[in-house]
């Protein structure tokens, strides 16, 4: 359903936003191709799907930034690219700038990246409303305070003061907005908003997004999580290899997809439906298409020579490509249930980790209180909760990397927390961590092939062709070609990156992964990949995970138990079905309630 036109906007009117044609090449690549969607007044339009489907680079077309900072020159063509009679592809640099941030405002995924670090907060927020005129000197503080409270940050003028670094990725990314609503543009984009932020953040982020909207804000929104789509947005517009393959109401496309890979897409959301089946399906092995044709056509297993040739109209998806009754058949590809492990916490088993009343504090400020927990071989254990809640110190303390003030930390039945760096050397192998961004954790100068023979060469694996072996060995145990050995990170996508994460993690043969968040910047059909990997590797090696995530369907996909974290403190662990079924303490019950499933309507 489309939002009511705002108030005084005739229901006739020309779109606020016409894109029509849109092309978008870097060199011989097309990045964006045929890109035609309009976007009114007081109306949402999310552009979804996985990364290098052309997505933000349509977003920073639209902003004059396309390719801002790039090697290779970007062309740009388009039957119409028109904003509120403006016609965005004759525009100088000067016009430009009267029209970025004025009338179109865009909101960036990494707020840590966007905002200037040598600059305070307010100083950030200020910048569009001075460099515009629309505001006086005087008037600037009250005004960014103003800002700063609209997007729901608390002590807005303490706020304003510090700098990015200083600030929750939560509190930068309303900061973020408030940057980009300064100026009060027409239209907004926001470009993954909500990504990496956890569910209750989420849900105040999602919140002022659509009180904008009500009052006659143009969003674009670019997301991978469908949940957030189904909560904002009035039309979706799905993206693959450049091209849009299918459009229409969100409620409708996220209730009853047509094209292949939108039902892949919404096959890959993890929760309960999916627990012991893969996200991902297998890779097709068919012919790619034409120039012309659907570029999904190599993956899709319902592909004939027709689509190969011609991108399909959406409305003979239907009937052409899916048939209703065989929704999902040939995209998720079904496994026998994980058999779960044998989990006993009583004294009659000795647990892999025993993690017994541990508490640190920093500053003076307790920041993880009297934590208890027990993990076996073969399990695996979500640890949930808000920004802020204690996770990741939780985490550093099994890892060793921190120690704790109080309380202890036992690795097979011996201790671990207590020992000093050169005695914990001989089990450091044991336990193994992959992190949220293994891109920040690489070196960028080393090739693939000497980032994983670092990690073999701890094993004592001697140099020469026994070392490169295990090296290939490592890079098929998590699905990647020996040919990417001599890449560099950069040179990577998120989803090698990661796995290539996950191959150093698995070098030495630990016994306990500790997972950091470790797929909450991946798209939908990566993150399946590496969910669908993490489970394999279980099941084959016996492995346990900690599995650190906001995102609870990615817990309730994986996770044996759940643990629930606030404040420092565990509110609650229970068996993944009883938590999610039954959750006892209040705390659980707002997460879950802030969690919207996909094709909620708002």
């Given at each position: 359903?489309?939002?009511?036109?705002?108030?005084?906007?005739?229901?006739?009117?020309?779109p606020?936003?016409?894109v029509?044609g849109l092309?978008?090449s870097?060199g011989?690549?097309?990045?964006?191709?045929?890109?035609?969607?309009?976007?009114?007044?007081?109306?949402?339009?999310?552009v979804?799907?996985e990364?290098?489907?052309?997505?933000s680079?349509?977003a920073?077309?639209?902003?004059?930034?396309?390719?801002?900072?790039g090697?290779?020159?970007?062309a740009v063509?388009?039957?119409?690219l028109?904003?509120?009679?403006?016609?965005?592809a004759?525009?100088?640099?000067a016009?430009?700038?009267?029209?970025?941030g004025r009338?179109?405002?865009?909101?960036l995924?990494?707020?840590?990246?966007?905002?200037?670090?040598?600059?305070t907060?307010?100083a950030?927020?200020?910048e569009?409303?001075?460099?515009?005129?629309l505001?006086?000197r005087?008037?600037?503080?009250?005004?960014?305070?103003?800002?700063?409270?609209?997007t729901?940050?608390?002590e807005?003028?303490r706020?304003?003061?510090?700098?990015a670094?200083?600030?929750?990725?939560?509190?930068?990314?309303?900061?973020?907005i408030?940057?980009?609503?300064a100026?009060?543009?027409?239209?907004?984009?926001?470009?993954?908003?909500?990504t990496?932020?956890?569910v209750?953040v989420?849900?105040?982020?999602l919140?002022?997004?659509d009180?904008?909207?009500?009052?006659?804000?143009?969003l674009?929104?670019?997301s991978?999580?469908l949940?957030?789509v189904?909560?904002?947005?009035d039309?979706?517009?799905?993206?693959?290899?450049?091209?849009?393959?299918?459009?229409?109401p969100?409620?409708?496309?996220l209730a009853?997809p047509?094209?292949p890979?939108?039902?892949?897409?919404?096959?890959?959301?993890p929760g309960?439906?999916?627990?012991?089946?893969?996200l991902?399906?297998?890779?097709a092995?068919r012919p790619?298409?034409?120039?012309?044709?659907?570029?999904?056509?190599?993956?899709?297993?319902?592909?004939?020579?027709?689509?190969?040739?011609?991108?399909?109209?959406?409305?003979?998806?239907?009937?052409?490509?899916?048939?209703?009754?065989a929704a999902?058949?040939?995209?998720?590809?079904?496994?026998?249930p994980?058999?779960?492990?044998?989990?006993?916490?009583?004294?009659?088993?000795t647990?892999l980790?025993?993690?017994?009343?541990?508490?640190?504090?920093?500053?003076g400020?307790p920041?993880?209180?009297?934590v208890?927990f027990r993990?076996?071989?073969?399990?695996?254990?979500g640890?949930?909760g808000?920004?802020?809640?204690?996770k990741?110190?939780?985490?550093?303390?099994v890892?060793?990397?921190?120690?704790?003030d109080?309380?202890?930390?036992?690795?097979?039945?011996?201790?671990w927390?207590?020992?000093?760096?050169?005695?914990?050397?001989?089990d450091?192998?044991r336990i193994?961590a992959v992190?949220q961004?293994?891109?920040g954790?690489?070196?960028?100068?080393?090739?693939?092939e000497?980032?994983?023979?670092?990690a073999?060469a701890?094993?004592g694996?001697?140099?020469?062709?026994?070392?490169?072996?295990?090296?290939?060995?490592?890079?098929?145990q998590?699905?990647l070609?020996?040919?990417?050995?001599?890449?560099?990170?950069?040179?990577?996508?998120g989803?090698?990156?990661q796995?290539?994460?996950?191959?150093?993690?698995?070098?030495?043969?630990?016994a306990?992964?500790?997972?950091?968040?470790?797929?909450s910047?991946l798209?939908?059909?990566?993150?399946?990949?590496?969910?669908?990997?993490l489970?394999d590797l279980?099941?084959?090696?016996?492995?346990?995970?900690?599995?650190?995530?906001h995102?609870?369907?990615?817990?309730?996909?994986?996770?044996?138990?759940?643990?629930v974290?606030?404040?420092g403190?565990?509110?609650?662990?229970a068996t993944?079905?009883?938590?999610?079924a039954?959750p006892a303490?209040?705390?659980?019950r707002?997460?879950?309630?802030?969690?919207?499933?996909?094709?909620?309507s708002r």
């Amino acid at each position: 359903m489309t939002h009511p036109a705002a108030p005084g906007t005739p229901e006739s009117s020309p779109p606020l936003l016409a894109v029509e044609g849109l092309d978008v090449s870097f060199g011989p690549v097309r990045a964006v191709q045929d890109v035609s969607f309009a976007l009114d007044r007081g109306e949402c339009l999310a552009v979804v799907g996985e990364s290098g489907s052309g997505k933000s680079v349509t977003a920073r077309t639209l902003v004059g930034l396309t390719g801002a900072g790039g090697r290779v020159p970007a062309a740009v063509s388009a039957r119409r690219l028109a904003f509120d009679g403006l016609d965005l592809a004759t525009l100088t640099e000067a016009q430009w700038r009267e029209v970025r941030g004025r009338r179109i405002g865009l909101v960036l995924q990494d707020a840590l990246v966007s905002l200037d670090p040598l600059r305070t907060v307010g100083a950030e927020i200020a910048e569009p409303l001075r460099v515009h005129g629309l505001a006086t000197r005087a008037a600037l503080p009250a005004r960014v305070r103003s800002l700063l409270e609209r997007t729901g940050v608390p002590e807005p003028q303490r706020r304003a003061a510090q700098y990015a670094h200083q600030l929750s990725g939560g509190l930068r990314q309303r900061a973020l907005i408030a940057s980009a609503l300064a100026a009060e543009p027409d239209l907004l984009i926001a470009d993954e908003p909500t990504t990496a932020l956890d569910v209750t953040v989420q849900a105040q982020v999602l919140d002022l997004l659509d009180e904008l909207r009500g009052k006659g804000t143009a969003l674009l929104l670019i997301s991978h999580d469908l949940s957030v789509v189904g909560r904002l947005a009035d039309r979706v517009a799905v993206m693959f290899g450049g091209r849009i393959v299918e459009t229409g109401p969100a409620e409708r496309l996220l209730a009853e997809p047509r094209h292949p890979y939108t039902r892949a897409l919404l096959a890959a959301v993890p929760g309960a439906r999916t627990r012991g089946t893969r996200l991902a399906p297998e890779p097709a092995g068919r012919p790619p298409a034409s120039p012309g044709g659907c570029p999904y056509a190599a993956r899709c297993a319902a592909a004939d020579d027709t689509c190969r040739s011609t991108l399909p109209p959406v409305d003979a998806l239907g009937s052409r490509c899916w048939h209703p009754t065989a929704a999902g058949a040939s995209v998720l590809s079904v496994r026998e249930p994980d058999p779960a492990p044998t989990v006993v916490d009583g004294a009659d088993r000795t647990a892999l980790l025993d993690v017994d009343r541990i508490g640190r504090s920093f500053a003076g400020r307790p920041v993880v209180r009297d934590v208890s927990f027990r993990l076996h071989a073969g399990e695996t254990l979500g640890l949930v909760g808000e920004s802020g809640s204690g996770k990741t110190t939780t985490a550093r303390i099994v890892l060793g990397l921190e120690r704790p003030d109080t309380g202890s930390v036992l690795l097979d039945g011996r201790p671990w927390s207590e020992l000093t760096e050169r005695r914990r050397r001989p089990d450091r192998l044991r336990i193994q961590a992959v992190q949220q961004d293994p891109l920040g954790s690489f070196d960028p100068r080393f090739t693939v092939e000497r980032l994983v023979a670092e990690a073999v060469a701890r094993t004592g694996v001697p140099r020469g062709e026994a070392r490169r072996h295990r090296v290939t060995e490592l890079l098929d145990q998590v699905g990647l070609p020996a040919a990417l050995l001599a890449r560099r990170p950069t040179e990577l996508s998120g989803g090698q990156r990661q796995r290539v994460a996950i191959a150093r993690a698995l070098a030495p043969a630990p016994a306990l992964l500790v997972c950091d968040e470790p797929v909450s910047a991946l798209d939908l059909s990566v993150q399946a990949q590496i969910l669908d990997l993490l489970a394999d590797l279980r099941r084959e090696l016996g492995l346990a995970l900690l599995f650190i995530s906001h995102d609870l369907g990615v817990v309730q996909h994986l996770a044996d138990r759940v643990a629930v974290m606030k404040d420092g403190r565990l509110v609650e662990t229970a068996t993944v079905d009883r938590l999610f079924a039954e959750p006892a303490d209040p705390y659980t019950r707002r997460l879950l309630a802030a969690t919207a499933p996909v094709g909620a309507s708002r």
